[in-house]
T-cell receptor, first 114, second 113 residues
Framework: GAGVSQSPSNKVTEKGKDVELRCDPI?????LYWYRQRLGQGLEFLIY????????KSGLPSDRFSAERTGESVSTLTIQRTQQEDSAVYLC????????????FGPGTRLLVL | GDSVTQMEGPVTLSEEAFLTINCTYT??????LFWYVQYPGEGLQLLLK?????DKGSNKGFEATYRKETTSFHLEKGSVQVSDSAVYFC????????????FGTGTSLTVIP
């Protein structure tokens, strides 16, 4: 079946502009995760949605970052007033509920802030 | 809190060499353990996993055994190939933390012919 998809695949924006990144998880996956990966770095957790529970926002680096999820489907990550340090690949992953369930990653959105 | 500590890289090996990438974890419950791989220019994909103590995950010649007594999940391969060049991430997930995932910092492996 279809995997996790993300759009756009690449985004170039000017400093100070807002950007919106989209993630379509695998159908039926109740958990959805956003990560940031800077060039040559590991994964930085941003936010985690699990079903109808309140999201875990503990990884969001500043109040310029926010994310929403519509039910158990699409999620959008919004970065307001972008800064050059926001340049990174933003990865989305989804998984079914339950312990030991595998995360499936999307291809990522490569964001470049000029 | 739960965490994963992963061997620092980068690692450079000759083809057919033996590979070990160390991973240890800290968890309050009984986590599931994973190795993910990221090939150049690609997204992360699951390499193998183990969901309980003494389980061995294996895939593509790679193996890792869930060792509760040493809180480890070291990745091994007996004979690496150039095509194994990638970044490898150790991760855990625990029901105690709402199935949140915790990733290591990644280990870059380069295999030279």
């Amino acid at each position: 079946g279809a995997g996790v998809s993300q759009s756009p695949s690449n985004k170039v924006t000017e400093k100070g502009k807002d950007v919106e990144l989209r993630c379509d998880p695998i159908s039926g996956h109740t958990a959805l995760y956003w990560y940031r990966q800077r060039l040559g770095q590991g994964l930085e957790f941003l936010i985690y949605f699990q079903g109808n529970s309140a999201p875990d926002k503990s990884g969001l680096p500043s109040d310029r970052f926010s994310a929403e999820r519509t039910g158990e489907s699409v999620s959008t990550l919004t970065i307001q007033r972008t800064q050059q340090e926001d340049s990174a690949v933003y990865l989305c992953a989804s998984s079914p509920t339950g312990p030991g369930r595998t995360q499936y990653f999307g291809p990522g959105t490569r964001l470049l802030v000029l | 809190g739960d965490s994963v500590t992963q061997m620092e890289g980068p690692v450079t090996l000759s083809e057919e060499a033996f590979l070990t990438i160390n991973c240890t974890y800290t968890a309050t419950g009984y986590p599931s353990l994973f190795w993910y791989v990221q090939y150049p220019g690609e997204g992360l994909q699951l390499l193998l996993k183990a969901t309980k103590a003494d389980d061995k995950g294996s895939n593509k010649g790679f193996e890792a055994t869930y060792r509760k007594e040493t809180t480890s999940f070291h990745l091994e391969k007996g004979s690496v190939q150039v095509s194994d060049s990638a970044v490898y991430f150790c991760a855990l997930s625990s029901a105690n933390t709402g199935n949140q995932f915790y990733f290591g910092t990644g280990t870059s492996l380069t295999v030279i012919p």
